[in-house]
């Protein structure tokens, strides 16, 4: 039975850390990051481009 917490506990950690680690990329460091635009899509010729 705890292995099974142990699973889920882990499962939603690294969801959570995964989560963390998106957030730190839209961080401003004082220069140009590129990476900070991936989360925007724009409509081009009908289709949603990154």
Do not use: C, H, W
């Not at 998106?22 to 081009?44: H, K, M, S």
């Amino acid at each position: 039975m705890y292995k099974e917490v142990i699973n889920e506990l882990e499962r939603k950690m690294s969801k959570s850390i995964e989560a963390y680690e998106t957030e730190l990329t839209t961080v401003r460091a004082g220069r140009a990051n590129p990476a900070i635009l991936d989360q925007f899509t724009v409509d081009y010729y009908g289709t949603e481009t990154p």
